[in-house]
């Protein structure tokens, strides 16, 4: 969903049309306005398996608003899939986005200071081009969402959650439909891998010779697959797009392209190459062919958007993704600035997500034609469930050596992702830096994907020791981490206490001065992950206590200690250093 600017002069949703509100679900309001239509609009409210309720609105072929309100109680934050860090309350003469298949889902959840929620929503047909406004009415107190839907022959229709224990537990159910409802594509092992990418290591100085004494290295480490990002293409220099559009190969860079990719694969790495389809720029050769079918600038420098709505369009991306798979013996391609076709939404020509759920559905039939195992790697904010048929590697946005946004982003990006496994942004560091900080970079990915993007031959050993140990141990507790009953609390105070868990063992990951709550008859064994700038965890232990064995690692993966423990119940601190970790079993080992 993509944030629309505050208005000049505010306007409160208290000045709109007025209508008339009834009883829907918990505390929830309802009204429904169709302006235009021939018939008065009607809705049901329907239970579904799973606890999820579906509401249907019929208002003929014409647009309408839904509007929900709800008591403001004891509110704390508004969650969506756009929020950024704008997650706590705002002014309904504020809150405004539109919401679309590649710019996020039309969702939202409202909760309260314990964590439960107050109002859970998504539309049950996330590919359409939507509206939203959202916020505090200071003339109600309550919170309300104004959602407007474009003209449809069929039930315009919306997702409820009732209330919820938390937001995770809420977007759990609404995950569960949308996966029945739009298949995933299949996820091959190596999308589950950690993966290394060119971006921030290099930028745009990119060559055949460097990447692959990185892939070596990366190998080595753990990582299945090797992103090569901008750079790589004819005219890819300075951060500009202006040069964007033929996407071939630079002949000085990489003279032998197929073969590059082909010795980078002989490493045991899967090969995806960055590709942004839909921009185009004054420097390519082909810009004056397809000049007229992009009238829309672009947001990043220099170039321009190709609308999607036009099937020469689409005709030209497929066959421009198909002709670089199979040319240069790729498995898969890193999909970039999909969303910038939103930027044509509400223009009257057509809608936006239509026409790119048209594109990907042709773009990935073709392209698993000619690599069945196919990888395609999606970025925020075109990760909602809507785009589950379309990728099996979710990438949250760019925030380069930034720990605890690279945290908040993966659990935002996971709490609607369906199918795929949500990846990192890459991580970097500096040279210079303790290897804590090289620890923290990796804490801040634990529950996603690790991408790593520092040149490996530069760093030093320790810094390398510290990633062959955290990849390491995150590979062993993969599954654990990926699918296991996430937990990370409020959004609003960007998940500081982190939990996992699985078949009785529970990974927990502390990024602030919080009490980790350890209750050994739920869980046989937990793995207490310390990101925090503390050299402690505190715990506080329920269920008896007894027998516990612990392992302490520090940030490099030494053995700092191999105590038995019999902690007693209530409160204790253990000692972990900054970025390291505890590992505690229930009885002898």
Not at 220 to 229: P, Q, S, V, Y
Not at 368 to 393: I, K, S, W
Request: hydrophobic share 40%; net charge neutral; proline share 9%.
């Amino acid at each position: 969903m993509h944030t629309i600017p505050t208005p000049a002069e505010p306007v409160t949703t208290a000045h709109a049309a007025p209508a008339a509100a009834e009883p829907l679900l918990d505390q929830v309001s309802i009204a429904v306005l169709a302006p235009g239509a021939r018939v008065s609009p009607r809705w049901t409210l329907t239970a579904l398996p799973g606890g999820l309720r579906m509401l249907q609105v019929r208002a003929g072929d014409a647009p309408v608003e839904i509007r929900l309100s709800v008591p403001l109680g004891d509110a704390t934050g508004y969650w969506h899939p756009q929020a950024g860090w704008r997650r706590t309350l705002v002014a309904d003469w504020a809150g405004r986005g539109r919401a679309c298949l590649v710019d996020g889902p039309a969702a939202g959840c409202l909760y309260e200071h314990s964590g439960a929620t107050l109002l859970t929503f998504a539309t049950a047909d996330p590919v359409p081009e939507a509206t939203v406004r959202f916020g505090v009415s200071e003339e109600n107190d309550t919170h309300v969402v104004h959602l407007g839907l474009p003209a449809s022959a069929e039930p315009h229709r919306l997702l409820l959650v009732p209330r919820a224990p938390s937001v995770a537990a809420a977007m759990r159910r609404l995950r569960a439909w949308f996966a029945a409802a739009h298949p995933p594509m299949p996820v091959p092992d190596a999308a589950r891998r950690p993966v290394y990418s060119t971006w921030y290591a290099f930028n745009q100085d990119v060559t055949a010779a460097a990447v692959e004494t990185q892939a070596e290295l990366a190998a080595e480490l753990g990582c299945g697959a090797l992103i090569l990002d901008d750079g790589w293409q004819r005219l890819g220099n300075g951060r500009g797009y202006a040069g964007l559009g033929d996407w071939q190969a630079d002949p000085v860079k990489f003279p032998d392209f197929a073969g590059h990719v082909a010795r980078v694969q002989a490493r045991g790495l899967r090969y995806l190459l960055w590709v942004a389809p839909l921009l185009i720029g004054p420097g390519a050769g082909c810009h004056d062919r397809w000049a007229p079918h992009a009238p829309l600038p672009a947001t990043v420098p220099g170039a321009r958007v190709l609308d999607p709505r036009r099937p020469e369009v689409r005709r030209h991306v497929i066959e421009l993704c198909v002709s670089l798979v199979r040319e240069h013996g790729l498995d898969g391609l890193k999909l970039d600035f999909l969303d910038q076709a939103a930027g044509y939404a509400g223009d009257g020509a057509g809608d936006v997500g239509r026409a790119m759920a048209e594109l990907l559905t042709g773009l990935r039939r073709a392209l698993e034609r000619v690599r069945p195992e196919l990888l395609l790697e999606l970025r925020q904010p075109y990760t909602g469930p809507g785009m589950a048929p379309y990728g099996n590697m979710l990438r949250s946005f760019d925030c380069p050596a930034d720990a605890t946004a690279n945290r908040v982003r993966t659990l935002d990006t996971g709490l609607l992702a369906v199918g795929a496994p949500v990846h990192s942004d890459m991580l970097m560091w500096s040279r210079r830096a303790p290897v804590e900080a090289v620890a923290r970079q990796l804490i801040g990915a634990l529950h996603a994907v690790p991408q790593i993007s520092v040149r490996l031959d530069r760093v030093p050993p320790e810094h390398l020791t510290t990633v062959r140990f955290w990849l390491g141990w995150w590979h062993r507790h993969r599954a654990l981490l990926l699918d296991g009953r996430l937990e990370p609390g409020r959004p609003d105070e960007l998940y500081p206490l982190v939990t996992a868990a699985a078949e009785g063992e529970c990974v927990v990951s502390v990024h602030g001065d919080r009490v980790v709550p350890l209750d050994f008859t739920g869980y046989r064994r937990y793995h207490l992950v310390n990101g925090s700038d503390r050299d402690r965890v505190m715990v506080e232990v329920t269920g008896g206590g007894g027998r516990v064995s612990a392992r302490v690692h520090g940030p490099d993966g030494r053995i700092m200690d191999d105590p038995l423990t019999l902690p007693p119940e209530g409160p204790h601190p253990l000692a972990v250093p900054r970025g390291g970790l505890v590992s505690l079993t229930k009885g002898p080992r």
